[in-house]
């Protein structure tokens, strides 16, 4: 990435087609489908750079105290340059601002596994979620559940 600076917001409903555009990079792009019946916007922040939108970073409450991450992907070119932490960092702190103490993650991908439990110290809580439907990498067939406490 070049000098730019990266802007973390909340998305507006323009925005849509090219956050379908990310999402489709980590096949994330099935919204309305049974792994992700729904994404609202209210629910997510981008990232921008330059006037593009380069990453998506989603998240639902499930009560006062727990919150699950839903999606979240940085468009392939710009992947290694930390907008994905940053994505990360905003909801973590947002959903913290709100009261809420559990946060959960559910990813298909070792290495993102493993990225979760170095940079924000999740935890694995030991389930593992069978998929409903083609989604995120179409070589594994279950999610792996992360916790961490905030």
């Known amino acids: 990435m070049t000098e730019s600076t990266l802007t973390i917001r909340?998305?507006?409903?323009?925005?849509w087609p090219r956050m379908l555009e990310v999402l489709e990079t980590a096949n994330?792009?099935?919204?309305?489908g049974p792994?992700?019946?729904?994404?609202?916007?209210s629910d997510c922040f981008v990232a921008e750079l330059d006037g593009l939108i380069i990453g998506v970073g989603g998240y639902r409450i499930l009560d006062e105290t727990t919150a699950k991450t839903t999606l979240l992907a940085v468009d392939s070119n710009y992947r290694g340059h930390n907008?994905?932490?940053a994505l990360q960092r905003?909801?973590?702190?947002?959903?913290?601002?709100?009261g809420i103490k559990e946060l959960y993650t559910n990813a298909d991908d070792e290495r993102v596994?493993?990225?979760?439990?170095r940079l924000f110290g999740y935890q694995r809580t030991g389930k593992r979620i069978p998929k409903v439907a083609p989604f995120g990498r179409s070589?594994?067939?279950e999610w792996i559940n992360l916790m961490v406490k905030l």
């Open 10 to 15: 909340r998305p507006e409903e323009a925005d």
């Open 83 to 85: 907008v994905g932490a």
């Open 139 to 141: 070589d594994k067939d």
């Open 113 to 117: 596994v493993e990225w979760y439990l």
């Open 90 to 98: 905003t909801r973590q702190d947002y959903l913290r601002d709100q």
């Open 28 to 32: 994330f792009h099935h919204i309305g």
């Open 35 to 41: 792994e992700m019946p729904a994404f609202p916007l």
